[in-house]
T-cell receptor, first 110, second 116 residues
């Protein structure tokens, strides 16, 4: 797998707003996708996953949308809270090796 | 979810010394473990993949003699940074997987290595 070592894009939102974080993936054979949340100084935490036979999956306050046609994944966070401030990564698993997207830094302003 | 414990969480070492980082899966058998390196405000860069009982597979550009990986059991993998230099200072993260496709990998809490 190969990760892109570029600086992270940033999304700033107000507390209570909905947030949408986007991710483009490269491997059309990938059939399993995961969103992770990484807080400063910590390892990534699993948020939600989706398999390629679905185009939408909902969790608590989070929804993942998958568009296989354009190889695009999004994470929607409802009623964003200051505790949601973190870096969010998407990962695809077309093989045993998860491949991470670039990541987006979410900043929630109170 | 499953628990992966990484130790130490922080380490400071002198240039030229070696540092060992441990990654343990506490409640499941990890057939495969992954080691990542992360620079500030950047994504995770895969360094190597290790399968229990076999040699690790290193990503292009990662020196296998510099970053020694051992995966001797289904619950433990170690990364040893040999002859560390200041440019090796980074955040190192392991993850563990049951090795099946289409299953999530569980991450350790990361190790902040500072070489002085």
């Amino acid at each position: 797998g190969e990760s892109v070592g570029l600086h992270l894009p940033t999304l700033s939102v107000q507390e209570g707003d909905n947030s949408i974080i986007n991710c483009a993936y490269s491997n059309s054979a990938s059939d399993y996708f995961i969103w992770y949340k990484q807080e400063s100084g910590k390892g990534p935490q699993f948020i939600i996953d989706i398999r390629s036979n679905m185009d939408k999956r909902q969790g608590q306050r989070v929804t993942v949308l998958l568009n296989k046609t354009v190889k695009h994944l999004s994470l929607q966070i409802a009623a964003t809270q200051p505790g949601d401030s973190a870096v969010y990564f998407c990962a695809e698993r077309g093989s045993y090796i998860p491949t991470f997207g670039r990541g987006t830094s979410l900043i929630v302003h109170p | 979810g499953a628990v992966v414990s990484q130790h130490p969480s922080r380490v400071i070492c002198k240039s030229g010394t070696s540092v060992k980082i441990e990654c343990r899966s506490l409640d499941f058998q990890a057939t495969t473990m992954f080691w990542y390196r992360q620079f500030p405000k950047q994504s995770l860069m895969l360094m190597a993949t290790s399968n229990e009982g076999s040699k690790a597979t290193y990503e292009q550009g990662v020196e296998k003699d510099k970053f020694l990986i051992n995966h001797a059991s289904l619950t433990l993998s170690t990364l040893t940074v040999t002859s560390a230099h200041p440019e090796d200072s980074s955040f190192y993260i392991c993850s563990a997987s049951r090795g099946q496709m289409n299953t999530e990998a569980f991450f350790g809490q990361g190790t902040r290595l500072t070489v002085v």
